[in-house]
Nanobody, 120 residues
Framework: QVQLVESGGGLVRPGGSLRLSCAAS????????MDWYRQVPGKQRELVVS???????NYADSVKGRFTISRDNASNTVYLQMNSLKTEDTAVYYC??????????????WGQGTQVTVSS
């Protein structure tokens, strides 16, 4: 059973920092790409950043230079360091991964989400 458990959200002032964590279980973590998405009410969930099993990163333009994704394969955890936060970063942040099942079908997995609120 695949589980993704996020933590680290909260309320922060503009310009502040937060670090999100996502602990994964039920997958061969080191072989999986991991992603962070975010969603605000009334809008589609958007990809913030991905990290491949090899460590390659792909950031959305809106967060480049401010957010950093990293992974610790020893603890099956992916992190999102968010600096210079802006009010427009306010959203629920979700950890995501996907695997191929025994029939070759893609199975997507999501965490429960963690709220990040940037406000003065």
């Amino acid at each position: 059973q695949v589980q993704l458990v996020e933590s680290g959200g909260g309320l922060v002032r503009p310009g502040g920092s937060l670090r999100l964590s996502c602990a994964a279980s039920g997958i061969i973590f080191s072989m999986n790409a991991m992603d962070w998405y975010r969603q605000v009410p009334g809008k589609q969930r958007e990809l913030v950043v991905s990290i491949t099993s090899g460590g390659s990163r792909n950031y959305a333009d809106s967060v480049k230079g401010r957010f950093t994704i990293s992974r610790d394969n020893a603890s099956n955890t992916v992190y999102l360091q968010m600096n210079s936060l802006k009010t427009e970063d306010t959203a629920v942040y979700y950890c995501h991964t996907w695997v191929r099942d025994g029939r070759g079908s893609r199975q997507d997995y999501w965490g429960q989400g963690t709220q990040v609120t940037v406000s003065s």
